[in-house]
């Protein structure tokens, strides 16, 4: 059973379908998604895909990007985790694809008939240009590195089909090698990127791009309506051109795209019950992307997650070693009104660079010394910002390290995800996130995930660690966690994003 559990936390994966319809009367293009049960395969292939992202994130570090842009984009773990998919048409006449809408990158691509050792091109149905009348020859290779894999391939350009619109002369990748498992299984033959032209490989305009330049639509929008309930046939809609009245409730509140790449905007403050986490309290940059299933951010403020709703992740030994020598040091420093980001550094944990700590690298000798330092550092902020809010409730000395004491216990486990009791829903608290001053609550039943596997019933919290490191971090991703909650509206026109009430 323990076994079972595991493959669960670290491989949740949520298949998905999908439908495309025609264009309403309403002048709306929309693309039907439709949701799938857990499929064990795809499961054992998100674990794989997600072993990899760990290994090239140690690897190539924040250097790696899924563009070719010379702007230093923030590499976003992709991992694909809950597929949203319809099917497109490619040439003339139009050869069928399922495609991923993924806001978290921006070319399209599909396997190529010329994609000879990769099995993956196999399983999946293949772009022959021979066969279309509208096909143009490009023959620039490229290469994109997702967090579940990589494909390589070449640039070809024709005509899509998107519901009953034609995009004409799309630029687009033919992908002749498809290295990850994730791309064997999964149930989509390629991916429509839906992100801004400054991350795409090659220069290719992303498909809205496009459709604004050859002007097919009548705003300058795309919007998300995704369907949370796992008994409902429909698992959402995906709408280009506009919004549907019937997808949302009350207003709509948009933030202006601070970075363009993803869409990526400032946030505030995440709350739990009401009280802040204290990390974001000076604001945090988020990205809204479609491509991840989870809520993902920094570890410091998913163990406070954890703790208030009971989700059980695997003890950290450095940072119970960090709270009980130096625990009682950093509530001096703090007390005697030492800068929160110089408070690690005093104690000889990290060095200050001027803005932010980092990790020790005179303590560095070899790698396992760098890595060991790196986790105590890392510990050691954590703590400053846990033992710094319960200052501020004036709470005992005692309280306070005993706190940060089961904070340790609440970190999430190495693959990011924490079980939660599916009994206890009904008593976790709200949470909420601060956008453009108003909050944007989540409850219990929003923010646990729960899976089905063999007629047990096993609930997951929905935040998961990842954190990235000043100047580009903190870093919040906001999943479909959020986008179910929150019917999301992506306006390039504006350069803004919009979020109200899901319907």
Same mark, same amino acid.
């Given at each position: 059973?323990?076994?079972?559990?595991?493959?669960?936390?670290?491989?949740?994966?949520?298949?998905?379908?999908?439908?495309?319809?025609? $264009?309403?009367?309403?002048?709306?293009?929309?693309?039907?998604?439709?949701?799938?049960?857990?499929?064990?395969?795809?499961?054992?292939?998100?674990?794989?895909?997600?072993?990899?992202?760990?290994?090239?994130?140690?690897?190539?570090?924040?250097?790696?990007?899924?563009?070719?842009?010379?702007?230093?984009?923030?590499?976003?773990?992709?991992?694909?985790?809950?597929?949203?998919?319809?099917?497109?048409?490619?040439?003339?006449?139009?050869?069928?694809?399922?495609?991923?809408?993924?806001?978290?990158?921006?070319?399209?691509?599909?396997?190529?008939?010329?994609?000879?050792?990769?099995?993956?091109?196999?399983?999946?149905?293949?772009?022959?240009?021979?066969?279309?009348?509208?096909?143009?020859?490009?023959?620039?290779?490229?290469?994109?590195?997702?967090?579940?894999?990589?494909?390589?391939?070449?640039?070809?350009?024709?005509?899509?089909?998107?519901?009953?619109? @034609?995009?004409?002369?799309?630029? +687009?990748?033919?992908?002749?090698?498809?290295?990850?498992?994730?791309?064997?299984?999964?149930?989509?033959?390629?991916?429509?990127?839906?992100?801004?032209?400054?991350?795409?490989?090659?220069?290719?305009?992303?498909?809205?791009?496009?459709?604004?330049?050859?002007?097919?639509?009548?705003?300058?929008?795309?919007?998300?309506?995704?369907?949370?309930?796992?008994?409902?046939?429909?698992?959402?809609?995906?709408? +280009?051109?506009?919004?549907?009245?019937?997808?949302?409730?009350?207003?709509?509140?948009?933030?202006?795209?601070?970075?363009?790449?993803?869409?990526?905007?400032?946030?505030?403050?995440?709350?739990?019950?009401?009280?802040?986490?204290?990390?974001?309290?000076?604001?945090? $940059?988020?990205?809204?992307?479609?491509?991840?299933?989870?809520? $993902?951010?920094? *570890?410091?403020?998913?163990?406070?997650?954890?703790?208030? @709703?009971?989700?059980?992740?695997?003890?950290?030994?450095?940072?119970?070693?960090?709270?009980?020598?130096?625990?009682?040091?950093?509530?001096?420093?703090?007390?005697?009104?030492?800068?929160?980001?110089?408070?690690? *550094?005093?104690?000889?944990?990290?060095?200050?660079?001027?803005?932010?700590?980092?990790?020790?690298?005179?303590?560095?000798?070899?790698?396992?010394?760098?890595?060991?330092?790196?986790?105590?550092?890392?510990?050691?902020?954590?703590?400053?910002?846990?033992?710094?809010?319960?200052?501020?409730?004036?709470?005992?000395?005692?309280? @306070?390290?005993?706190? $940060?004491?089961?904070?340790?216990?609440?970190?999430?486990?190495?693959?990011?995800?924490?079980?939660?009791?599916?009994?206890?829903?009904?008593?976790?608290?709200?949470?909420?996130?601060?956008?453009?001053?108003?909050? +944007? *609550?989540?409850?219990?039943?929003?923010?646990?995930?729960?899976?089905?596997?063999?007629?047990?019933?096993?609930?997951?919290?929905?935040?998961?660690?990842?954190?990235?490191?000043?100047?580009?971090?903190?870093?919040?991703?906001?999943?479909?966690?959020?986008?179910?909650?929150?019917?999301?509206?992506?306006?390039?026109?504006?350069?803004?994003?919009?979020?109200?009430?899901?319907?």
């Amino acid at each position: 059973m323990g076994q079972k559990h595991l493959l669960l936390l670290t491989c949740f994966w949520v298949l998905s379908c999908a439908l495309l319809l025609h $264009a309403s009367s309403d002048g709306l293009l929309r693309i039907n998604l439709n949701k799938k049960r857990l499929d064990k395969g795809a499961l054992t292939a998100a674990k794989l895909a997600r072993h990899e992202s760990r290994l090239r994130r140690r690897f190539y570090g924040s250097h790696q990007s899924l563009g070719a842009s010379s702007d230093d984009i923030v590499p976003l773990d992709n991992y694909l985790d809950t597929q949203y998919f319809g099917e497109i048409g490619i040439g003339t006449p139009p050869q069928n694809f399922t495609v991923i809408f993924d806001t978290g990158s921006s070319n399209l691509w599909i396997p190529s008939s010329k994609c000879y050792f990769s099995i993956a091109c196999y399983l999946h149905h293949r772009y022959r240009s021979a066969k279309s009348n509208t096909y143009k020859k490009n023959g620039e290779t490229c290469t994109i590195t997702y967090g579940s894999g990589q494909i390589a391939g070449f640039f070809s350009e024709d005509n899509v089909l998107v519901g009953s619109l @034609i995009v004409k002369n799309q630029k +687009f990748i033919e992908t002749t090698r498809e290295t990850s498992p994730t791309f064997i299984i999964g149930k989509f033959d390629g991916i429509l990127g839906l992100g801004f032209p400054e991350i795409s490989v090659g220069g290719a305009p992303p498909i809205w791009q496009s459709m604004k330049e050859q002007k097919l639509v009548e705003k300058d929008v795309f919007s998300f309506w995704l369907n949370r309930d796992p008994d409902a046939s429909a698992g959402g809609e995906l709408v +280009f051109g506009g919004v549907d009245p019937k997808h949302y409730k009350g207003s709509h509140t948009y933030v202006p795209v601070t970075r363009k790449g993803y869409w990526q905007f400032d946030m505030g403050d995440l709350l739990i019950g009401g009280h802040s986490t204290g990390y974001c309290a000076g604001g945090c $940059a988020a990205i809204v992307d479609s491509g991840t299933s989870l809520l $993902a951010g920094p *570890t410091t403020i998913v163990a406070q997650v954890n703790h208030a @709703i009971g989700a059980e992740g695997v003890i950290s030994t450095e940072c119970k070693e960090v709270v009980r020598e130096y625990g009682e040091m950093i509530l001096e420093l703090l007390i005697a009104q030492t800068s929160p980001q110089k408070v690690c *550094t005093q104690i000889g944990l990290c060095v200050f660079d001027g803005t932010h700590s980092v990790s020790n690298p005179i303590e560095s000798v070899v790698e396992k010394q760098k890595q060991g330092s790196d986790l105590f550092c890392t510990a050691c902020e954590m703590a400053v910002v846990w033992i710094q809010n319960q200052l501020r409730e004036n709470k005992t000395k005692e309280l @306070i390290l005993n706190y $940060a004491n089961q904070l340790c216990e609440r970190l999430p486990s190495p693959n990011g995800e924490s079980t939660v009791d599916c009994h206890q829903i009904s008593k976790m608290p709200n949470l909420a996130f601060t956008i453009a001053n108003k909050t +944007f *609550t989540l409850t219990p039943e929003q923010y646990v995930v729960k899976l089905e596997q063999a007629g047990q019933t096993m609930c997951i919290s929905g935040f998961m660690a990842f954190d990235v490191p000043p100047p580009r971090g903190p870093l919040w991703i906001l999943g479909d966690v959020f986008m179910g909650a929150y019917h999301t509206v992506f306006d390039f026109g504006e350069n803004r994003i919009g979020f109200a009430k899901s319907a």
